[in-house]
């Protein structure tokens, strides 16, 4: 396969030139098959590889790590949460913030998985999982991109139809990145996606020959996708060209100012294209340049007739050493653990986006979103134990809140195929659709909690409580509404099974301590974010539902929906809420709240796919069940890789699971939008 030798050249090249740092989030295929480990374990012909050498695609790797130790001395299991209800008496309140501001950022290079083969082959459970969101929010946001946005190329056709396809890179440019040839019908998969769920999308133009600019990406996303197409990125990372080698030493924050403003003249007398005032840059990732060094060459005001948003990307820690060699030291999971499990710890969203306080603000005054355009827990591919555990969720919904509370607009969560550990969701890997669902993260619940937290009127204002003395292991959020308070966010950083590190939050709305109308509410609704420990991958509920484990959605939410009711004491008017360790409890203060961020009945897809002849053999579905090996028991070896199923699994043929909506195999797909009333 060329990509692999493409790998390989790129591994070989890697040890031999100087110092690269690598931030691609683009997945690189089977690489783990090149570790010593994995070399080994192919030689002596093992399956049954322990936990910690799991040989298959990153995205199910069942490694678990051990939740951090309770901090000493322990935070107060009891206090007060003091709350004014109308958000004129609040000050430090955010902007205004819209449900839909977490969204995806997905390496185009995958899209083909994530969103479906082409217009006519969507994958429903995509469908299915980001309606949930767009329910709440109003709507969802998509940035198709990435590294390998910067050469790709527009074709009418490709040899054997594909809407996307790799090409063959030069073996003697080591920094080359695989060129992606990509087809309109992108721009119909795009389009259609849109006519059944209210996605807006980002596209990037090609950066990486301003003189050979490609603007089809441009032309027809217009014509195409239309007023649901929000952004053009010009230009990915564009402090990291120099290191790359993708542009000449000396590349710096005014060659990027003069390129964009190269890309506004080619669009401008490009007779095809009457729409320029939607660009989106820098998307620095803070690596090479700081914002302040871009904001020095004017970029913002010199080009704000043409900025939709203005938009930085970071990771707050990377796993390159685990992929590439050479490129730093190798991180250990379980040492980096503690740094994403608490509000202030050295990798939380908290920690990461101080480095961008003054931007935002710098931006507010520009009348420009300000947007966090690519971000995961970890940059090459997430760590493992880490990414897909539900502290990860912890950390990505106190992440997002402190975003919003700190006038970010968006922020999009990257989604990188099988290959690694951070996906919101990952579609099962090619070839086993017939037989698997998608995998559903932790990420993805908190995708939800905070469209339900911001709600649909895009009208939110968040605060950050400092609650708890400000304790980093109890943070808290007050959402305001079209003015008024409206949902509480409380989280529980820690894992303990006794009980004893459960904590009770006493809310109290206005009142005489505050010379306000007493405002506390006789009861409130909660729902809770739970699973046991912040290390588990699955069993994570949301108000009582789950997406399940491996292999084990079709991305609408399972099992029955619990809104607990608490009921305030209108003596001491406090509204007791408890808050399980580890755990996170969105309280909703009004009636009115809940139900904006509780839309029944749920829109779903439902597909029927009328499957080849030749696989219409039955298969038990123990077999199917088991026959991945991730279950941890007989792994049958390279199952989970490229190639036939049927050949990995030992199987020759397989069905499509009855019990599901399966997506697409070869064959006729009627795709019905049922609202299940
Ligand atoms: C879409 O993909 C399917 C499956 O690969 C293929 O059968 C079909 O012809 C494709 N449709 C178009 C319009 O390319
Ligand atoms: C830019 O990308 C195009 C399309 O993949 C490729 O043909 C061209 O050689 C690249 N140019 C440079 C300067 O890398
Ligand atoms: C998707 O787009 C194609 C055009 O490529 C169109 O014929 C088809 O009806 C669309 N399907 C849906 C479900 O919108
Ligand atoms: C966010 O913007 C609002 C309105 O300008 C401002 O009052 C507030 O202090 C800002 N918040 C942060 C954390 O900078
Ligand atoms: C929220 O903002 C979006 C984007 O501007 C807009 O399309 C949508 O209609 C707004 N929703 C409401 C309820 O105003
Ligand atoms: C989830 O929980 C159920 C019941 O507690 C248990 O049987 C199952 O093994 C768990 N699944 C995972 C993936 O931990
Ligand atoms: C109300 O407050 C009083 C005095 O602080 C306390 O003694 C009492 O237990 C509280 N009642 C409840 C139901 O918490």
Redesign the pocket.
Known sequence: MALRSFVLQLLVTLLTVRAVTVYNQEPIAHVQTLSAQSVAATASGTSAAPLASHTGYKAYDPMTLTPPELPDPRPATQFNVQLQNSASNVQGLSIFQ?G?FFGFSIETSVINQVLGKNSSHIQVPFLNLISLVAQRA??FHIRIGGNTQETARYVDSTPDGRMIEKQGVDPNNPTATPALVYTIEMFYLLANISSLVNV?WYLGIPLNDTSDLRLEIAEYGQAIIGDNLIGLQVGNEPDLYQRHAKRPDGYNAQSYFDEFGQVIKAMESNPKINRVNYLIGPSIAHADWTPDQVWETNFVPAYSQYLSAVTVENYPSDNCAAIYAGVGTLKVPQNEYYKYLSHDAPNSGKAMIQKFLSSSAYVQTQGKPFMMFETNTASCGGLPGISNSFGAGLWALDYGLQMAYSNFSHALLHIGGQDVYYNPCTPPPTGQSTFHEWTIGPIMYSILAVSEALG????SQVIDLFANGDNPYTPGYAIYERGTLARVALFNYMTDQTGLSDYTASISVGGSVLNQPNGTPTSVKVKYLRAKSVADHFNITWAGQTFGGIFESDGRLKGEEVIETITCDSTNNTCQIKVPAPGFALVFLTDAALQESSPKPPVTFATTAQTRTINTATVDTEVLATSNGHSGRSRQKGSTSKGSSSDAMGISSVVPSLTVLMSLLGGVLVLVKAFSR
């Open positions: 819209s839909a109003g709507r807006k649909s009127s895009n009208q």
